[in-house]
């Protein structure tokens, strides 16, 4: 079954974490027998001048074509505009990417095409898919829904390519039933959790991780984009209820100085640490050394993050969104809190005072692997096809 998978999150050189999920989703689904991908990523480019600034000028200069792992990988580039342009994205994408899927169907034809995330992809697909004449399906992961799925001139263009869609995937039951809200048919949506890297998200001795750091006390981990939804904010304010604790904040985003500023005026900036975008091969000892990962996110799917510090056995603080109740499946996993300071502060006093097995822990998140992930999917399109 030869599968074209459209996603404008995937990784590339100069931001090898941005949508690694993708990526690994689809190494494994490659992997199952009788399965190709093909992987479309288009770029957005600002239009001239502002494409002369930044990390623009880097993703200029991305090839159009390459070879990623085991994956060949189109890169077109559509033209984005910053900030207004989301309700004209997924014809510009569409534009883009139509003459480049119609050469590669012509050549080897494809059975599905695979949105990988709500919006604008699915939208995208759905005007290929008309074009081309097959089907195809659109997997949700969170902020496409939240986020998207209510912004005007975007969401009517998410519930008519729901109704398009051949089968839909969501990251949770979580954000199944928020998908089902927004007017989309439950018996149409298969929950799809993320896969796991079990040989790698392992425990490890935490004492000795945290000595590599440099870090002697209590350390809480939260890795996320430094954005208001993701909720550091609320961290750094429990930190004065945490004495001798350290946060450390893996992760870049617009918020940074705010979050600087709340540091020195709560007098805690000594204790907070600004990680940057770590590479995802380095996640594994940040996760093991932490005693604690808290991520209070207002709104998730199924938080990467969440899954793989289990695994590592470090007990998680979350807010009770998204699948995290999914993930949750014994009292060692940690805490559901309300987003306040002093609720977050009181749940990873208790796991300070009361450490957790780290076996027990990764117990919670033990049926997740790459393998069954590829399984699960390649049983969907098997089915969607039929």
Same mark, same amino acid.
């Given at each position: 079954?030869?599968?074209?998978?459209?996603?404008?999150?995937?990784?590339?050189?100069?931001?090898?974490?941005?949508?690694?999920?993708?990526?690994?989703?689809?190494?494994?689904?490659?992997?199952?027998?009788?399965?190709?991908?093909?992987?479309?990523?288009?770029?957005?480019?600002?239009?001239?001048?502002?494409?002369?600034?930044?990390?623009?000028?880097?993703?200029?200069? &991305?090839?159009?074509?390459?070879?990623?792992?085991?994956?060949?990988?189109?890169?077109?580039?559509?033209?984005?505009?910053?900030?207004?342009?989301?309700?004209?994205?997924?014809?510009?994408?569409?534009?883009?990417?139509?003459?480049?899927?119609?050469? &590669?169907?012509?050549?080897?034809?494809?059975?599905?095409?695979?949105?990988?995330?709500?919006?604008?992809?699915?939208?995208?697909?759905?005007?290929?898919?008309?074009?081309?004449?097959?089907?195809?399906?659109?997997?949700?992961?969170?902020?496409?829904?939240?986020?998207?799925?209510?912004?005007?001139?975007?969401?009517?263009?998410?519930?008519?390519?729901?109704?398009?869609?051949?089968?839909?995937?969501?990251?949770?039951?979580?954000?199944?039933?928020?998908?089902?809200?927004?007017?989309?048919?439950?018996?149409?949506?298969?929950?799809?959790?993320?896969?796991?890297?079990?040989?790698?998200?392992?425990?490890?001795?935490?004492?000795?991780?945290?000595?590599? &750091?440099?870090?002697?006390?209590?350390?809480?981990?939260?890795?996320?984009?430094?954005?208001?939804?993701?909720?550091?904010?609320?961290?750094?304010?429990?930190?004065?209820?945490?004495?001798?604790?350290?946060?450390?904040?893996?992760?870049?985003?617009?918020?940074?100085?705010?979050?600087?500023?709340?540091?020195?005026?709560?007098?805690?900036?000594?204790?907070?640490?600004?990680?940057?975008?770590?590479?995802?091969?380095?996640?594994?000892?940040?996760?093991?050394?932490?005693?604690?990962?808290?991520?209070?996110?207002?709104?998730?799917?199924?938080?990467?993050?969440?899954?793989?510090?289990?695994?590592?056995?470090?007990?998680?603080?979350?807010?009770?969104?998204?699948?995290?109740?999914?993930?949750?499946?014994?009292?060692?996993?940690?805490?559901?809190?309300?987003?306040?300071?002093?609720?977050?502060?009181?749940?990873?006093?208790? &796991?300070?005072?009361?450490?957790?097995?780290?076996?027990?822990?990764?117990?919670?998140?033990?049926?997740?692997?790459?393998?069954?992930?590829?399984?699960?999917?390649?049983?969907?399109?098997?089915?969607?096809?039929?």
């Amino acid at each position: 079954m030869r599968i074209l998978t459209l996603s404008t999150l995937f990784p590339a050189a100069p931001r090898p974490n941005f949508g690694i999920f993708v990526e690994r989703q689809c190494a494994a689904l490659s992997a199952v027998r009788d399965f190709a991908v093909t992987v479309i990523n288009p770029i957005g480019i600002a239009p001239w001048p502002l494409s002369l600034f930044g990390q623009q000028t880097v993703l200029r200069e &991305l090839p159009s074509k390459e070879e990623w792992g085991e994956l060949t990988v189109y890169r077109p580039r559509f033209t984005a505009i910053p900030r207004i342009g989301g309700r004209f994205n997924p014809t510009m994408i569409a534009n883009a990417v139509l003459p480049l899927a119609r050469r &590669l169907h012509a050549e080897t034809p494809f059975d599905l095409i695979d949105a990988e995330f709500f919006y604008p992809d699915g939208p995208a697909a759905m005007r290929l898919s008309k074009e081309l004449g097959i089907p195809f399906t659109i997997k949700a992961r969170g902020a496409d829904i939240h986020h998207w799925g209510s912004q005007p001139g975007c969401a009517e263009q998410v519930i008519e390519a729901a109704d398009a869609a051949t089968g839909l995937l969501a990251v949770s039951g979580a954000l199944k039933a928020d998908m089902v809200k927004l007017g989309m048919a439950a018996d149409k949506i298969t929950v799809h959790h993320t896969g796991l890297d079990q040989s790698r998200f392992v425990p490890r001795e935490r004492a000795s991780e945290k000595s590599s &750091l440099g870090i002697a006390g209590p350390l809480i981990l939260c890795v996320g984009a430094l954005i208001p939804r993701k909720g550091q904010a609320l961290l750094i304010a429990a930190l004065p209820d945490l004495p001798d604790a350290t946060l450390m904040l893996a992760g870049q985003g617009a918020s940074e100085a705010d979050y600087r500023a709340l540091a020195d005026s709560l007098g805690v900036a000594d204790r907070v640490r600004y990680m940057g975008n770590v590479p995802h091969d380095d996640l594994p000892a940040l996760f093991a050394a932490a005693d604690v990962m808290a991520l209070v996110s207002a709104s998730e799917g199924l938080a990467n993050a969440w899954v793989e510090a289990l695994a590592c056995g470090t007990p998680v603080v979350a807010g009770d969104v998204g699948g995290i109740r999914e993930l949750m499946k014994s009292p060692e996993a940690g805490h559901i809190v309300d987003r306040n300071p002093t609720a977050i502060a009181a749940a990873i006093s208790n &796991l300070l005072a009361n450490p957790r097995s780290p076996h027990a822990v990764a117990q919670n998140v033990s049926a997740f692997s790459w393998d069954e992930n590829a399984r699960q999917l390649a049983a969907f399109f098997r089915n969607v096809v039929a």
